[in-house]
T-cell receptor, first 116, second 112 residues
């Protein structure tokens, strides 16, 4: 058990819909990362938050948005869903180390999204 | 495009043999990390090697890093059936928006 909790574990929805994925980081971790894993694209970095503020942005679509709340949990919102959004969405957390360097990430078990 | 690329994409060996996986990357890094993923599960951190280190050991794992060639290797010695998983390298790049970039992974199968 990594200490990172993601809900829901599975989600099935239709095209055009909107879903929210939730992540609770390990106790004490300030950074939260979101990744998308699909068969053809591998593990793609979406976005990172540190202590409530956006810190780094990757290949995140405009239809997707995220935020980190004062209690450090994070939510990833996916809207106007398309078939191609079907994937495993992972949240990871870490404690920053050595200034800006990225240390070990602790991953949740993921939320499997199926868009029909 | 992906920063890291693993080679081979898939590897199948007999239990007890050693498994070697390679990772190449494109830009300068702070560190390189290896992760393991059992099918459909979350990734688990295995080992981190800093850019100023050349080799690191952890149990049956040995990682090397050659920054001049922008490459790393992960060696698993005396493999076990339980080592069957996908293995990913991830780079903490010095510049750019993406802080930890993962490769496509190597699918390792250990045959009993």
């Amino acid at each position: 058990d990594s200490g990172v909790t993601q809900t829901p574990k599975h989600l099935i929805t239709a095209t055009g819909q909107r879903v929210t994925l939730r992540c609770s980081p390990r106790s004490g971790d300030l950074s939260v990362y979101w990744y998308q894993q699909s068969l053809d694209q591998g593990l793609q970095f979406l976005i990172q938050y540190y202590n409530g503020e956006e810190r780094a942005k990757g290949n995140i679509l405009e239809r997707f948005s995220a935020q980190q709340f004062p209690d450090l949990h994070s939510e990833l919102n996916l809207s106007s869903l398309e078939l191609g959004d079907s994937a495993l969405y992972f949240c990871a957390s870490s404690v920053p180390r050595e200034g800006a360097n990225t240390g070990e990430l602790f991953f949740g078990e993921g939320s499997r999204l199926t868009v029909l | 495009s992906q920063q890291g690329e693993e080679d081979p994409q898939a590897l199948s060996i007999q239990e007890g043999e050693n498994a070697t996986m390679n990772c190449s990357y494109k830009t300068s890094i702070n560190n390189l990390q290896w992760y393991r993923q059992n099918s459909g599960r979350g990734l688990v951190h295995l080992i981190l090697i800093r850019s100023n280190e050349r080799e690191k050991h952890s149990g049956r794992l040995r990682v090397t890093l050659d920054t001049s060639k922008k490459s790393s290797s992960l060696l698993i010695t005396a493999s076990r059936a339980a080592d069957t998983a996908s293995y990913f390298c991830a780079t903490d790049i010095i510049q750019g928006a993406q802080k930890l970039v993962f490769g496509q992974g190597t699918r390792l199968t250990i045959n009993p």
